[in-house]
């Protein structure tokens, strides 16, 4: 039993508000600011995201589906250390995973649903005009 009390003293100490309070107190100003600096470029990433959607015709009801894309292409190249040939081939897979999640994926028989008409071309289109990310070299 005194392993157990000692193991429980030591987590309460390691793991207490006062300690957790202080340490976030020292970086809450560079996390807020960094927070803030992400906001800003994901709302600019989406506002160009929808002048892309609005120009190609998507019915807004279908927005949802291609910001989705969007965001997660703009976590896979947003604070991340990859670019170049190396994020054009992740964002390749991106969009052969919306493609395939879409039953569009030239490997399968094509599903007919409303929003994946102009799927691959949109989706590339985002890709490119958004994030300046060209298709990868074979």
């Known amino acids: 039993m005194s392993d157990v009390t000692r193991r429980l003293s030591r987590w309460k100490a390691k793991y207490s508000?006062?300690?957790?309070?202080?340490?976030?107190?020292?970086?809450?100003?560079?996390?807020?600011?960094?927070?803030?600096?992400?906001?800003?470029?994901?709302?600019?990433?989406?506002?160009?995201?929808?002048?892309?959607l609005d120009s190609s015709g998507i019915d807004t009801i279908f927005i949802v589906f291609?910001?989705?894309?969007?965001?997660?292409?703009?976590?896979?190249?947003?604070?991340?250390?990859?670019?170049?040939?190396?994020?054009?081939?992740?964002?390749?897979?991106?969009?052969?995973?919306?493609q395939d999640a879409a039953g569009t994926h030239p490997r399968?028989?094509?599903?007919?649903?409303?929003?994946t008409c102009p799927l691959l071309q949109v989706l590339a289109a985002i890709r490119t005009d958004v994030f300046n990310v060209p298709a990868p070299a074979p």
Not at 34 to 50: D, G, N, P
Not at 72 to 95: C, D, N, Y
Not at 108 to 115: E, I
């Open 17 to 52: 508000p006062e300690i957790a309070a202080q340490t976030t107190a020292g970086i809450y100003a560079d996390m807020s600011e960094r927070y803030q600096a992400s906001m800003v470029a994901l709302c600019a990433m989406e506002l160009e995201t929808k002048q892309v």
């Open 66 to 98: 291609y910001l989705d894309y969007a965001r997660q292409l703009f976590k896979l190249s947003h604070g991340r250390s990859i670019s170049g040939p190396t994020l054009a081939r992740e964002a390749q897979v991106l969009l052969e995973k919306w």
């Open 108 to 115: 399968r028989v094509p599903r007919v649903a409303p929003w």
